[in-house]
C-alpha cells in the first residue's frame, strides 16, 4: 500500500515539474515544497534559485550556438546539424533539473504523510530519512529548527540528487556530445543566484566533476543561511510575482499541469 503512494507521489511529481523545458513550473514546485515544510527545507528554496537561474543561462548558451556555429554556414546542412545537437544537449541538463524537482517532491511528500518505513529507507538511505522526518515533526510541532539542521538536510538531499540523478546524467551527456567548443564553454559556467551579493560567483572549472558540483551547492546554502532565506525568498519574489502563496515567473504560462504516467529516471 505505501509503496503504491510512493509511486503515486512520484508520478504526480513529475506532472507538476511539468515538461522537459517548464522550468518556470519548477519554481512553482520547489517553493511550494519550501512554504510546506514551513520553510526549514532550505533545498527547495535554493533549488528554486537554480531553475530560475538555468532560464537565462540556456537562453545565453543558445545565442553563443549560434554565433559559434555561423561558420559552418559554408558546408550546407552543418550549421542545423551543430545547433540541433546543442538542442538535444541543453534538453538533457534540462530532464535532469525537471527530474530531481519530480524525486523530490515525491521524497519529500511521501516523508511528510508516512515518516520512516520499509518502503522508503532503501531509497534514500535511513540517515537522509531521518532528516526529513525530523523536518516535518519539526513543521508539525511548530519547533525551532536551527540553521546546523537546515544545512544538514540540504547536505543529504543534495548528495542524494547527485549520486542517484545529476551525476550519471551529466556523464552521460557531456560524453554523447561532439561539439568540444561548446563543451567546454559548458563546463565553466559562472552561476549568481538571485540572493548573492553583487561581487559573488560561483566559477566552474569543471561543472562535469561531481564533487566540484557538491562545493559549488554547499557553498550556495552557506551564502543562503548568511543572507537569511527570508532574503532569498524575497529575491525569488523579485523576480517572480506571487499568486496565492506559491512564486509565480512573470514569463510562466497559468495553464494547470496535464498528469501523465508516470517516467523513471532516465
Not at 514551513?38 to 549560434?66: C, D, E, M, P
Not at 517532491?105 to 531509497?123: E, K, L, S
Not at 561543472?207 to 566540484?212: A, G, L, P, V
Amino acid at each position: 500500500m505505501t509503496a503504491a503512494a510512493y509511486e503515486m507521489l512520484r508520478s504526480e511529481g513529475y506532472a507538476l515539474a511539468g515538461e522537459v523545458r517548464d522550468l518556470q513550473q519548477r519554481i512553482r514546485l520547489y517553493h511550494r515544497i519550501y512554504l510546506e515544510s514551513g520553510k526549514r527545507h532550505a533545498f527547495a528554496l535554493i533549488a528554486a534559485h537554480g531553475s530560475l537561474w538555468a532560464t537565462g543561462y540556456f537562453k545565453l548558451g543558445n545565442l553563443g550556438a549560434r554565433i559559434a556555429s555561423l561558420p559552418a554556414l559554408c558546408i550546407r546542412g552543418r550549421r542545423k546539424q551543430k545547433l540541433d545537437a546543442v538542442a538535444v544537449f541543453a534538453d538533457r541538463f534540462r530532464s535532469i533539473n525537471r527530474q530531481v524537482c519530480a524525486e523530490s517532491y515525491a521524497i519529500f511528500q511521501y516523508t511528510r504523510q508516512y515518516g520512516a518505513n520499509d518502503v522508503i529507507r532503501p531509497v534514500i538511505g535511513a540517515a537522509f530519512t531521518d532528516l526529513l522526518v525530523d523536518c516535518h515533526a519539526s513543521c508539525a510541532a511548530g519547533t525551532e529548527y536551527p540553521r546546523h539542521k537546515r544545512e544538514q538536510l540540504f547536505d543529504a538531499f543534495l548528495a542524494w540528487e547527485q549520486d542517484h540523478i545529476v551525476a550519471p546524467n551529466v556523464a552521460e551527456a557531456f560524453a554523447d556530445f561532439e561539439w568540444p567548443l561548446i563543451a567546454w564553454l559548458a563546463r565553466r559556467p559562472v552561476i549568481q543566484f538571485a540572493y548573492f551579493g553583487k561581487h559573488t560567483r560561483l566559477r566552474f572549472r569543471d561543472f562535469s566533476c561531481q564533487d566540484e558540483r557538491m562545493s559549488a551547492g554547499m557553498q550556495a546554502c552557506r551564502i543562503a543561511e548568511d543572507v537569511g532565506l527570508e532574503a532569498v525568498e524575497e529575491a525569488l519574489g523579485a523576480v517572480c510575482r506571487v499568486d496565492g502563496h506559491h512564486a509565480q515567473p512573470h514569463i510562466m504560462d497559468s495553464k494547470r499541469p496535464r498528469v501523465t504516467a508516470q517516467e523513471g529516471v532516465t
